[in-house]
């Protein structure tokens, strides 16, 4: 069983714990880290500048296309940033939390 890292951003705290909060209700993460941000970024031609959150969820590989379809529908932006890492090593107690925390699909 692979596990992942989900990674968005929004722009208000209120915004990330709704998301990181459903998320996890759902069963699609185990666990979903809120992280305040400062992010630089090109949009619309001009540089912008905005305080942001990160939400990061912890998660199985075999969710990532309901994971990304959920952070869609629950995101404010136009274009959200939605990424995933593969997590190389997972410490075996913490991977079988994970496995039994997302029991999404």
Known sequence: MGFITVVTT???????????KTLVER???ACAQISAIESFYMWDNALANE???RVLCKTKAALYE???????ELHPYELP???ACAIAHIHPPYAAWVENGCHAG
């Open 51 to 53: 305080p942001e959150f």
């Open 27 to 29: 069963g699609l993460a």
């Open 10 to 20: 929004v722009g208000s705290l209120a915004d990330a714990r709704q998301m990181a």
């Open 81 to 83: 940033a939605i990424h």
């Open 66 to 72: 309901t994971l990304e379809q959920s952070i869609r």
